[in-house]
T-cell receptor, first 116, second 116 residues
Framework: GQQLNQSPQSMFIQEGEDVSMNCTSS?????WLWYKQDPGEGPVLLIA?????ELTSNGRLTAQFGITRKDSFLNISASIPSDVGIYFC????????????????FGKGTLLTVNP | SAVISQKPSRDICQRGTSLTIQCQVD?????MFWYRQQPGQSLTLIAT?????????ESGFVIDKFPISRPNLTFSTLTVSNMSPEDSSIYLC?????????????FGPGTRLTVL
């Protein structure tokens, strides 16, 4: 089955630093999603990417859908303490075919710690 | 997005018993999903629950262990049956709002289950 490799597993950074994390896949996805999960909460959608090569920003967050459709990265600029949490990438095969193609495949997550 | 609630938010149960988790959405959605997140792990899809049809289970998950109901377009339940300590996890429901709203999945806050 499809697998996502997400790296790094964890990051310890100082407040104000920029952060970058990425996901690679053994197969193609048509949608890439980035979520953040705080302790005791469900994942919250940060950015959705629908087109190969697409670069999308959401405040201090920027994500790109790789041109090969097999990878994506998320950048966080000027980190702040509330950026702490686990970041997950997720790939979706297609949004159009229905059935099991709606299934999300998740990376293992990147634990981000920000030191004030 | 959608407002998704889950009940209970957490529970501690004895082995051999069953727990039913409820998921309520504030709008009508066709596709709902149930995920399991084992401690320190990523999210794994248990099943897809579409209103008006039987739930579709992923490899490794069976209806006898995780029966699902989907009586209408705003509600679903997942039952964890004959529980063992290995079932201790966070159980999350998610919804797909459809192609007009980006066809991405939004998650509930999760139900944290501990089995003794």
């Amino acid at each position: 089955g499809q697998q996502l490799n997400q790296s790094p597993q964890s990051m310890f950074i100082q407040e104000g630093e920029d952060v970058s994390m990425n996901c690679t896949s053994s197969s193609i996805f048509n949608t890439w999603l980035w979520y953040k999960q705080d302790p005791g909460e469900g994942p919250v959608l940060l950015i959705a990417l629908y087109k190969a090569g697409e670069l999308t920003s959401n405040g201090r967050l920027t994500a790109q859908f790789g041109i090969t459709r097999k990878d994506s990265f998320l950048n966080i600029s000027a980190s702040i303490p509330s950026d702490v949490g686990i970041y997950f990438c997720a790939g979706q095969l297609t949004a159009l075919s229905g059935g099991s193609n709606y299934k999300l495949t998740f990376g293992k997550g990147t634990l981000l710690t920000v030191n004030p | 997005s959608a407002v998704i609630s889950q009940k209970p938010s957490r529970d501690i149960c004895q082995r051999g018993t069953s727990l039913t988790i409820q998921c309520q959405v504030d709008s009508q959605v066709t596709m709902m999903f149930w995920y399991r997140q084992q401690p320190g792990q990523s999210l794994t899809l248990i099943a897809t629950a579409n209103q008006g049809s039987e739930a579709t289970y992923e490899s490794g998950f069976v209806i006898d262990k995780f029966p699902i109901s989907r009586p209408n377009l705003t509600f679903s339940t997942l039952t964890v049956s004959n529980m063992s300590p290995e079932d201790s996890s966070i159980y999350l429901c998610s919804v797909d709002l459809g192609i007009d709203l980006g066809d991405t999945q939004y998650f509930g806050p999760g139900t944290r289950l501990t089995v003794l």
